[in-house]
Nanobody
């Protein structure tokens, strides 16, 4: 079973940048896609971006497109989220997850990493 561990969150001023990491572990890690989702208390988890693990194609929510960039290092089983031009509304707990096949729901949640953007 895959285990995911997020890191890199913190407090940043509006307009600033952060880079999140998600390390996957487990025997012979392989998946269809990895992605980032975020959640604020009282709201549903929101999709941020995802990438095909072997193909590298990425897609983003409209709210972050042009500001956030996904990348991954297959050799290190690690996915990254570069977040630029951060806004207070980006404040949330960020989680990484996997899709084990096309059309599968996101699963394998990590513990999350908190991102707080001050105005």
């Amino acid at each position: 079973q895959v285990q995911l561990a997020e890191s890199g969150g913190g407090l940043v001023q509006a307009g600033g940048s952060l880079k999140l990491s998600c390390a996957a572990s487990g025997r012979a890690f392989s998946t269809y896609a990895m992605g980032w989702l975020r959640q604020v208390p009282g709201k549903e988890r929101e999709f941020v971006g995802g990438t095909i693990w072997t193909g590298g194609n990425a897609w983003y929510a409209d709210s972050v497109a042009g500001r956030f960039t996904l990348s991954r290092d297959v050799g290190k089983n690690t996915m990254y989220l570069q977040m630029n031009s951060l806004k207070p509304e980006d404040t949330a707990t960020y989680y990484c997850a996997v899709k084990t096949f096309k059309g599968a729901p996101w699963s394998g949640w990590g513990q999350g990493t908190q991102v707080t953007v001050s105005s």
